[in-house]
Nanobody, 115 residues
Framework: QVQLVESGGGLVQPGGSLRLSCAAS????????MGWYRQAPGKERELVAA???????NYADSVKGRFTISRDNAKNKVYLQMNTLKPEDTAVYYCNHRTASIGYWGQGTQVTVSS
């Protein structure tokens, strides 16, 4: 019942910045959490950042101080501003929408950090 469309991935040099966007459509239940996960080849998918509809945020230790998650609840969108990118940030980034009963995933967008 919820569809997620992601955009903003690409190739960037170390130290550069990217902003990812995710738009949710369909039946949006509240409360909910929207967030970003990432997965590199051969590695487990991990939480990067998440935000509730009430404004509470949390981040993986590896991205604290560099990444910022924000939400536009009126438009059902979530963003991930990524600064000071490192090669180890290279992964497919997935948007996630979670309620008390079910979670939804976007299609993923590739982020590659390389010189």
């Amino acid at each position: 019942q919820v569809q997620l469309v992601e955009s903003g991935g690409g190739l960037v040099q170390p130290g550069g910045s990217l902003r990812l966007s995710c738009a949710a459509s369909g039946v949006i239940s509240r409360p909910n959490t929207m967030g970003w996960y990432r997965q590199a080849p051969g590695k487990e998918r991990e939480l990067v950042a998440a935000a509730t509809n009430s404004g509470i945020t949390n981040y993986a230790d590896s991205v604290k101080g560099r990444f910022t998650i924000s939400r536009d609840n009126a438009k059902n969108k979530v963003y991930l501003q990524m600064n000071t990118l490192k090669p180890e940030d290279t992964a497919v980034y997935y948007c996630n929408h979670r309620t008390a009963s079910i979670g939804y995933w976007g299609q993923g967008t590739q982020v590659t950090v390389s010189s």
